[in-house]
């Protein structure tokens, strides 16, 4: 489209912005150096916390600083990393769709970066080894200090992405299960499935079910949720074999709702056609959505013939009628300490790789009963 074409679209205020932005030269330190009149060594020197090794005079640091704030300078941190120091950058790579609730990750990790005062790259697995592989690569090129990840099941840790992570000063995974604490000279911050499964399991033979039924994608990264399901049922007097509490599914593809009507419709099939079942946990809050409209279209009751729970709790499922209960792993603790590990290890070095457990907790809303 043609710039006046365009310009129409836009009113005054946003044009005008766009004009500035584009007009808008970058500030370097010899802009700065020329303003104040001193050497483009002098203002590196007080820009970089080291005037007094340069004997800066205080005066001169001040009227440094007001200049480089009034011309707004962004000091660049690549360049910072190509002479050895730190760029104060953190990677962040992230699984895709929503099936774990990612889209919330990177935002509150991000913001709680920056107001320590590092920026943040974001890119994500795609559920893919050699996606990831070349996602280090480029955080390594940048040269950030430090490696945020959450990797979907051990199956990604290959020789050659456990070579590459070991190239970061300092990395931070989060995972479902504890097995990564032996595999990766990172800390981890291991979600506990046992806690949540434990309380929901509890609620469903308090509230008289009988018969919970899991239903969940097979893959190695439902393995920990699964095991926690089936040892909360044992502890409760359920029958916790394959065939009478658990029903697994092909992996799913994607996460969007319609991608699990594939099983939804085998619950007409006959591989649940003489199974019946007055509870559902299912291991994501878009499963436990679709599972409800399901039974809805069926004339089932949600929760009087069947209680239905989801995990993740995204802030969503609390608008649904009935709304969604689910088992949290609560994320925002979660991102806290993600990024107060992190820090610690880059303002300490020496430290040793350690492992805190974040538990689970079951979150009690009307599709539960």
């Known amino acids: ?14 044009w005008d912005f766009i004009l500035k932005s584009e007009l808008t030269p970058l500030i370097t330190l010899k802009m700065i150096a020329d303003e104040v009149g001193v050497t483009h060594s002098t203002v590196s020197a007080v820009l970089n916390d080291r005037a007094s090794e340069r004997r ?24 910072r990393g190509l002479v050895g120091k730190r760029t104060k950058t953190i990677g962040l790579i992230m699984p895709s769709g929503m099936y774990f609730p990612q889209y919330l990750l990177p935002q509150e990790i991000s913001l ?3 107001k320590k ?48 992570l070991r190239q970061f000063p300092v990395t931070v995974l989060l995972a479902f299960e504890s097995i990564f604490r032996d595999t990766l000279q990172a800390h981890l911050v291991c979600v506990k499935m046992d806690q949540g499964a434990e309380e929901m399991v509890a ?5 008289g079910r009988r018969r919970p039924l899991m239903v969940t994608s097979v893959g190695p990264s439902n393995e920990a949720k699964v095991k926690a399901f089936k040892n909360a049922l ?21 996460n969007d709702l319609d991608s699990y009507t594939h099983f939804l419709r085998d619950f007409e099939s006959r591989k649940l056609r003489d199974r019946t079942f007055d509870a559902l946990f299912c291991t994501c809050d878009e499963g436990a959505i679709a599972a409800m409209n399901y039974l809805k279209q069926r004339g089932i009751r949600v929760p009087e013939d069947v209680a239905v729970v989801g995990l993740n709790d995204m802030p969503l499922i609390r608008g649904f009628q ?37 538990p689970t907790q079951f979150i009690r809303r009307e599709s539960a009963g």
């Not at 006046?4 to 946003?14: D, I, P, V």
């Not at 949290?328 to 880059?346: K, Y």
Request: proline share 5%.
């Open 117 to 164: 005062g590092y920026q943040t790259y974001l890119t994500t697995s795609l559920h893919d080894k050699e996606v990831f592989l070349n996602s280090l690569a480029e955080l390594s090129a940048r040269r950030v200090d430090g490696v945020i990840f959450f990797p979907y099941h051990n199956h990604y840790l290959t020789p050659a992405i456990r070579q590459a």
């Open 56 to 79: 800066v005079g205080k005066k001169t640091q001040r009227r440094v600083l007001e200049v480089a704030r009034r011309l707004n300078y962004q000091p660049n941190y690549l360049a």
């Open 1 to 14: 489209m043609h710039k006046r074409g365009f310009r129409k679209y836009l009113n005054k205020k946003s």
């Open 203 to 207: 609620h469903f033979a308090q509230t």
């Open 234 to 254: 044992e502890r409760h007097g359920y029958d916790s074999s394959d065939e009478a509490a658990l029903y697994g599914v092909p992996p799913i593809a994607s």
């Open 112 to 114: 709680l970066l920056h």
């Open 322 to 358: 009935p709304s969604v209960a689910s088992i949290s792993w609560r994320h925002p603790i979660a991102c806290e300490l993600i990024v107060t590990r992190l820090v610690e290890r880059l303002n300490q070095t020496g430290l040793e790789p350690g492992c805190d457990e974040l």
